[in-house]
């Protein structure tokens, strides 16, 4: 299983490519756990700035919003 730590060191080695880097934290968002989310948010301000710190917020929102919508259906 791949931990946060190893989804940090591949958006470390992805972060020259602003297109690669947004797949990457996607796939990472959708692959740690709920409690994980703020940690990767909090990195990513800290390592990537303050615009990749706002993009890994929406995504973890997004990710929210969907899962909430998926339970209203069932």
Do not use: Y
């Amino acid at each position: 299983m791949i931990t946060l730590e190893d989804h940090r060191a591949i958006l470390k080695r992805v972060s020259f490519d602003e297109s690669l880097l947004k797949k990457e934290l996607e796939k990472t968002v959708n692959a740690i756990a709920e409690d994980e989310q703020a940690k990767l948010i909090d990195w990513c301000k800290k390592e990537l700035g303050m615009k990749w710190g706002q993009i890994a917020t929406a995504l973890v929102l997004q990710k929210k919003f969907k899962v909430s919508q998926l339970g209203k259906h069932q």
